[in-house]
């Protein structure tokens, strides 16, 4: 006789990615798996993690495992965050309402993006769990002002702002596909950003909105003008550096993020696992350190919490999950994730987070 329950084909974040691809425009899948240029960041952000082996410890009680942790004051039961991610209506039809329920279901703190294709005020509607904005400083000072003004309002509890992205990484695939968004969807926190962005005849539409919008020429300086706009904490996102990291603390901020943007940005920057446990160490505890780019197993996030982050976001997982399943596959991809780190976590001694040390982790021989 036939089993007649579902085999379980979406157990992975690949198997989410391959399930994403099949339902997906070719326009919209290259627009979220691409990384800059040739993509060597792209491939090192996994293979760093590969080259990684976990020293487990044997024969300790891991009978009952604490994954919790706390982030700029939110107790969230495992340290993986949503990263922020643009167009998620691109993915699914709910987007960004359906990811940040799924965040919310599980206990885990959402980051919208600017270039939501959902206003940050439906999505502070939608659903009760922590919430943070990323933010793009525009050359319009005023509505960088505003929106910073509303994600406050509305109840984002931080703010995240990206730092990498004076211009944008080039795409090669974006640019090659004309990358626009489809009738209907919009960037929703920026009104008049579909008239202000002329498509170009050809290359990105992305592209030629952060050439025009973006203000290049923003400095540690604005760092101060920004944290005197708000009460929310500050977080720094696309550090990669111990110097800047330490910059960051001397500008107000609460937090980094050791990101090179999911690889989007400059190819050859380093992976962001192996720029994590510098930075971890000159701040030495002084602010929160968050780390993204290339989480795909549970395995992973134990890599990065033995090196030094507090806990890791991820972005291209979330848009997988989302494109295959809606609201129900972001909620699978990030539960997956967590039961494969309480995995890890038994099978290599450690019943804390805390208890994740650096001397778990070596570097692979060169075979
Ligand atoms: C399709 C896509 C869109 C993104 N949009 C933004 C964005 O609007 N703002 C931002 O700060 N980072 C953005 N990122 C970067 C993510 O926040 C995050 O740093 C990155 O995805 C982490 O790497 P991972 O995809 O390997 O998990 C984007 C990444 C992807 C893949």
């Given at each position: 006789?036939q089993d007649p329950r579902p085999a379980p084909s979406?157990?992975?974040?690949?198997?989410?990615?391959?399930?994403?691809?099949?339902?997906?425009?070719?326009?919209?899948?290259?627009?979220?798996?691409?990384?800059?240029?040739?993509?060597?960041?792209?491939?090192?952000?996994?293979?760093?993690?590969?080259?990684?082996?976990?020293?487990?410890?044997?024969?300790?009680?891991?009978?009952?495992?604490?994954?919790?942790?706390?982030?700029?004051?939110?107790?969230?039961?495992?340290?993986?965050?949503?990263?922020?991610?643009?167009?998620?209506?691109?993915?699914?039809?709910?987007?960004?309402?359906?990811?940040?329920?799924?965040?919310?279901?599980?206990?885990?703190?959402?980051?919208?993006?600017?270039?939501?294709?959902?206003?940050?005020?439906?999505?502070?509607?939608?659903?009760?769990?922590?919430?943070?904005?990323?933010?793009?400083?525009?050359?319009?000072?005023?509505?960088?002002?505003?929106?910073?003004?509303?994600?406050?309002?509305?109840?984002?509890?931080?703010?995240?702002?990206?730092?990498?992205?004076?211009?944008?990484?080039?795409?090669?695939?974006?640019?090659?596909?004309?990358?626009?968004?489809?009738?209907?969807?919009?960037?929703?926190?920026?009104?008049?950003?579909?008239?202000?962005?002329?498509?170009?005849?050809?290359?990105?539409?992305?592209?030629?909105?952060?050439?025009?919008?973006?203000?290049?020429?923003?400095?540690?300086?604005?760092?101060?003008?920004?944290?005197?706009?708000?009460?929310?904490?500050?977080?720094?996102?696309?550090?990669?550096?111990?110097?800047?990291?330490?910059?960051?603390?001397?500008?107000?901020?609460?937090?980094?993020?050791?990101?090179?943007?999911?690889?989007?940005?400059?190819?050859?920057?380093?992976?962001?696992?192996?720029?994590?446990?510098?930075?971890?160490?000159?701040?030495?505890?002084?602010?929160?350190?968050?780390?993204?780019?290339?989480?795909?197993?549970?395995?992973?996030?134990?890599?990065?919490?033995?090196?030094?982050?507090?806990?890791?976001?991820?972005?291209?997982?979330?848009?997988?999950?989302?494109?295959?399943?809606?609201?129900?596959?972001?909620?699978?991809?990030?539960?997956?994730?967590?039961?494969?780190?309480?995995?890890?976590?038994?099978?290599?001694?450690?019943?804390?987070?805390?208890?994740?040390?650096r001397d778990l982790i070596r570097r692979a021989h060169?075979?």
């Amino acid at each position: 006789m036939q089993d007649p329950r579902p085999a379980p084909s979406l157990l992975t974040v690949d198997d989410f990615e391959r399930a994403a691809r099949a339902r997906l425009s070719k326009m919209a899948y290259d627009y979220y798996r691409s990384g800059a240029d040739e993509g060597r960041t792209l491939r090192e952000n996994r293979r760093a993690f590969r080259r990684l082996e976990i020293h487990y410890r044997v024969l300790v009680d891991v009978a009952e495992r604490d994954m919790s942790t706390t982030v700029l004051g939110t107790r969230v039961p495992f340290p993986i965050l949503v990263a922020p991610t643009a167009y998620q209506r691109l993915a699914h039809p709910d987007g960004e309402i359906a990811s940040s329920r799924a965040a919310s279901e599980l206990g885990t703190i959402f980051t919208l993006s600017t270039l939501s294709t959902t206003s940050l005020e439906a999505v502070a509607g939608a659903s009760p769990g922590p919430k943070w904005f990323q933010l793009y400083v525009h050359k319009d000072r005023g509505l960088t002002r505003a929106l910073v003004e509303r994600a406050e309002s509305s109840g984002y509890r931080a703010l995240m702002l990206t730092v990498d992205t004076p211009v944008l990484g080039r795409r090669i695939a974006d640019v090659r596909n004309g990358f626009a968004l489809p009738e209907g969807l919009v960037m929703a926190n920026l009104a008049d950003a579909a008239t202000a962005a002329p498509a170009e005849e050809r290359g990105s539409l992305l592209a030629s909105y952060v050439a025009t919008r973006h203000d290049a020429s923003l400095t540690w300086r604005d760092v101060g003008w920004l944290a005197s706009l708000t009460r929310l904490p500050l977080l720094l996102k696309g550090i990669v550096r111990p110097d800047d990291a330490l910059r960051a603390l001397e500008a107000g901020a609460a937090g980094v993020v050791v990101s090179n943007h999911g690889a989007r940005q400059l190819d050859g920057a380093p992976a962001t696992i192996e720029a994590l446990p510098a930075i971890a160490d000159a701040v030495a505890g002084r602010c929160l350190v968050l780390m993204d780019g290339g989480i795909r197993w549970g395995t992973d996030v134990l890599k990065a919490i033995a090196l030094g982050a507090r806990a890791v976001l991820i972005g291209r997982p979330v848009l997988w999950g989302l494109a295959a399943l809606g609201g129900e596959g972001v909620a699978r991809v990030l539960a997956g994730l967590r039961d494969e780190l309480s995995i890890a976590m038994a099978l290599a001694g450690c019943p804390t987070l805390a208890s994740i040390d650096r001397d778990l982790i070596r570097r692979a021989h060169a075979r």
